[in-house]
Structure formats: C-alpha cells, structure tokens
C-alpha cells in the first residue's frame, strides 16, 4: 500500500460514515430526527450530519446499559469470556487501523502520520493491557476470626456514563471504557460533538467482536443536551468526564441536583516545564517543541510553560525559535505533515486571540499567525513567547494551542514558585542531570505526573490525572478500575 496523500485522499472520499445513536446494538435516529454537523477543520467543508442525541435518547441507551447489566450477560460472564471479547476488540480496532485513522483525522485534523502511528495503536494497547489485567484482580477476605466469613468483593457499579473531548477522540474513550467494561459495567459513551465518527465505528466493532446488546451505547450529541442528559441522569452510576475544568464543574454540579453519582475528573493543565544549566538543552529543547506543538497543542498536559533558567535564556530561546520555524501545519492527511489545523475555526479564532493579546505584554519570537485554507481558518503557526509576566494570559490560561510561554528563574525556590502559580497541577517536567535535585523538585512540584528529563512520561502500567483544579480522577493503571467498582462486603457465619 502506498502511503501517499494521494492514497489517503481516495482511502478518505471512500469511507461511509456511522452516523446514528447506537443503542442497544444497533444505529437509530435521535428520537425527534435532530442532526447536526461535523466538519472537516482542514477544509472547513461539512464532512457529516450525526444524530443529535438529547435527553429521551440517553434515557434510551441508560436502559439499555440497565437492562444489560441486570441481565448478568456480561457482568456475569466469566474473566476470561470478558478478556477474550475485549482482546478481539483491541485486534479489530489494529485490523482496522486506516479506517479509524481517517476517522479521527478527518473529525479533528490530526495528522495521519499521528492517527496511524499513536492514536489508534494508542487505543488498541490500552485496551489490551486493561483486558488482560481484569483476571488479575483478587477480592479480600477479612481476619475475622471466628465461625465468620467476611468476603470484600469488588463489584461493577452498574451503568457508567462516559463524557469525551476531542483531542483524543477514540484514545480518551478507550482509557474510561476499557477498564469500565473490563470489571463487568454498562456503559453510555457521549463523544464530543466535533469528533463523534471514531466513537461510532467503535461501538459497531465492539458488537463485532461480541460485546453484548447494550453493554456499551453511544449517544452523540451535544455538551448541554446529551452531555447534561447524562450527568443529571437518575439511573446512571458513576460518571467519568475528561473535558474543561468549566464542564467538570458542572458534572460536580448535575451529580448534586441528581442521585449523587460519583464523578471522576480528568480536566485542563497548564503544565510547566523546568531547564536547570546542567541538563541536556538540546534533548530539552526538542522536547519542549514536541511537548507544546503536538496533537497541535490540543494536549491537557501539554507544556505550555517553559521555565529557564536565566542563565539560559538566550540559547533556549535560540532553540525553541528554530524549532518552532521549521514546523508549519499543513494538509493532515499528507503522511509528511507533522502539524495539522486546529479542531475548528472557532478554536483557531480563540487560540489567535491569545496570540493578539499576548504581542501586547510578551516577546513573539517565532510564528504567531492563523492561516485560512479554503473554508477553513484553523490552521494556526507553531508560536513562541518569550519575557511573559507572571499575571499575562499567556502563563495563566490553558490555550490548548501551539503557543509556547518562556519564563526565566533565578534559583530552584523561584522556578517552583512559578511552576505552581497556576490553578491546574496536572503534569511537570523538570530536566536536570543531578538526580538529588530531581527527586526533590518533583516532591515540592503540584502535579499528578512529574517527567524528569522528558515530557508527558505516559503508559497504561501508570496513573494518569492531576492534582488541583486539573481533577482528581486517575486513568489507567490497576488504579483506574477502582473507579468503577464498588467494594461489597458479604459476611456468613457459620
Ligand atoms: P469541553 O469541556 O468543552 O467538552 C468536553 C465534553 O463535555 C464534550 O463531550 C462536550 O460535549 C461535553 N460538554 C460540554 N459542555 C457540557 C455541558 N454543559 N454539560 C455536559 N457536557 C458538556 O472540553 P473540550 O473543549 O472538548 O476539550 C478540551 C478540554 O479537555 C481542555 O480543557 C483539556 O485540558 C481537557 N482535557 C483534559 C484531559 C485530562 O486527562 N486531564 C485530557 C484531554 C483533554
């Protein structure tokens, strides 16, 4: 096969497209026949109309996961019926990985070379080591002593719902439902609304490889309708959101106006990362540059930061300059293109916003234009700031673009000082050659993942998720299936 834009082009104008409400094992209309658009942001062109759920279509798919789960067809199955059904899932989605790539890369721009090489061989991994944990998993047994046996079993919640965004589309769905489904739950997934196409196919795929009727449904559709649908729901049993920290706090919010659901947050990062004068400033260079203009800089702990020592200044401002100009985006499905356009116009107008706001207080050292192809705005230059206050928009908002915030420090009290000036506490890196430094930095730093000499260390072997007003919840790892288990104490004398 060759890989050729050519070939993506064609393999792309040949794809149909899942565009229903899948509930219950099969794609329906949203109950009033309501759709609406995803558009392609590298063209600007509308690239599908998609069913848009609302609250009597959630109401559907809960029933649906609630007549599942009762059922016991899959939360009675046995480990090894789970595993086996989840490890042919991990393999569609490898068999299937042009397809999903496009998907994912038409929905959001990502460019093919990503799609291919991380998101979707990302989604089948994280699957598989979740799918081949869940017969690992022992219960307790409590030293009662006596005629007593005290069993502390974990047990499915029951029906999880499931809230997305769209950096990751199918990458961000995997980590909550691999695990969910892996312990036995129903789920009801709600894709974000610019990224619904990889979600569906999924869902298809999984009953491909024998999940049962309405052990996992889809419902797209949008934040305030299918979204809130969701998270005010009376039947659902625990929620897990990865999104804004605005939307998370809504999710806090619906959990207390409904049946008090557990709510798990994954939410925005504004993550910082520290160059002391005795690390490698080349390797921290070039992943600094990988770090902020990755995925576009549409990452949660992307680091968007870049703390220096001042003694460095100049040379790393040098670096980052070069790096960031030999970067421009370009056609996503162009195997060649290492950056793509943003996921919208609107997104692109606001991240171009924070590049205007940002010429008025900072330094622009490289970039800092929007491009418009075509239809489309959203193309936006790999950008770099430097001499950025403390109090600016640049060093405290989370942009989620390709925009990058030079600070310098005077000594490692002032650098964790500005590292943790910030609301969010998801991720840190911190590059040094003196290991003593290292580890007590990465003590006083406020985030859930600190990377020493790399950026954004990241496996299914290791949790996921923030500190402070990033969220509290933790994906992957063996830790992620506690949040979708209950322990159950069950206690027989004899
Ligand atoms: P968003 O919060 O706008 O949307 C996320 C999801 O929530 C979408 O499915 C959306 O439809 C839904 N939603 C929006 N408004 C809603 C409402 N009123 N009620 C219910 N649901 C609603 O976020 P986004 O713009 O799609 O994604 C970007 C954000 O996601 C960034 O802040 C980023 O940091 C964060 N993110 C966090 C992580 C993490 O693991 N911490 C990972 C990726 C992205």
Request: glycine letters at 8%.
């Amino acid at each position: 096969m060759s890989r050729t834009v050519e070939h993506f082009t064609t393999a792309a104008a040949a794809l149909s497209f899942r565009t229903g409400c899948w509930i219950d094992g099969r794609f329906l209309p949203a109950h009033d026949n309501a759709r609406f658009e995803t558009i392609n942001p590298a063209t600007g062109e509308v690239l599908a109309d998609i069913a848009r759920g609302k609250a009597a279509d959630i109401d559907l798919a809960v029933a649906s996961g609630r007549k599942a789960f009762r059922s016991r067809v899959w939360s009675g199955m046995t480990p090894a019926g789970r595993k086996t059904i989840l490890l042919r899932l991990a393999q569609l989605l490898r068999d299937h990985l042009e397809e999903m790539a496009l998907l994912d890369t038409l929905d959001v721009g990502k460019p093919i070379a990503d799609t291919l090489s991380i998101d979707v061989p990302g989604a089948a991994d994280i699957l598989q080591w979740h799918a081949e944990a869940l017969d690992k998993i022992y219960d307790e047994i409590a030293p009662t002593g006596g005629r007593d046996l005290a069993m502390i079993r974990k047990v499915p919640l029951g029906v999880i719902g499931v809230v997305v965004p769209w950096n990751f589309p199918l990458d961000l769905a995997i980590w909550k439902i691999a695990p969910a489904l892996a312990v036995g739950n129903s789920v009801v997934l709600k894709p974000a609304e610019q990224s619904p196409l990889s979600a569906l196919r999924l869902a298809e795929l999984a009953a491909e490889a024998g999940l049962p009727e309405g052990v996992l449904n889809v419902v797209p559709g949008l934040g305030h309708e299918a979204g809130q649908a969701l998270g005010l729901h009376q039947d659902v049993d625990c929620l897990a959101f990865t999104g804004s920290t605005e939307t998370g706090k809504r999710f806090l919010r619906y959990a207390g106006e409904s049946n008090l659901k557990p709510v798990w947050l994954e939410t925005g990062g504004k993550s910082p990362s520290l160059v002391f004068p005795d690390a490698d400033l080349e390797a921290a260079a070039e992943k600094a540059a990988w770090g902020i203009f990755f995925n576009q800089g549409q990452i949660c702990s992307a680091n968007s930061r870049l703390l220096v020592h001042e003694s460095l200044a100049e040379d790393m401002i040098a670096r980052l300059k070069s790096k960031a100009e030999a970067l421009a985006p370009g056609n996503p499905l162009d195997p060649a293109t290492l950056l793509g356009p943003m996921v919208s116009n609107e997104h692109a107008d606001r991240v171009a916003g924070f590049i205007q706001s940002g010429r008025e207080h900072a330094h622009l050292v490289a970039g800092g234009s929007q491009i418009s192809v075509g239809r489309s705005r959203a193309y936006v230059q790999p950008t770099v700031f430097a001499n950025v206050p403390s109090d600016c928009l640049l060093a405290r908002e989370e942009i989620f673009g390709p925009v990058l915030a030079i600070q310098t420090f005077k000594d490692e009290d002032h650098a964790v000082a500005l590292a943790n000036d910030t609301v969010y506490g998801l991720a840190a890196s911190l590059w040094t050659r003196d290991l003593g430094r290292a580890l007590s930095l990465s003590e006083r730093l406020e985030a859930g993942t600190i990377s020493v000499n790399t950026v954004d260390a990241l496996s299914p072997m290791t949790p996921f998720g923030g500190l402070k007003q990033s969220g509290y919840g933790r994906d992957l790892s063996l830790h992620s299936f506690d949040k979708y288990t209950a322990l159950k104490t069950i206690w027989v004398k004899y």
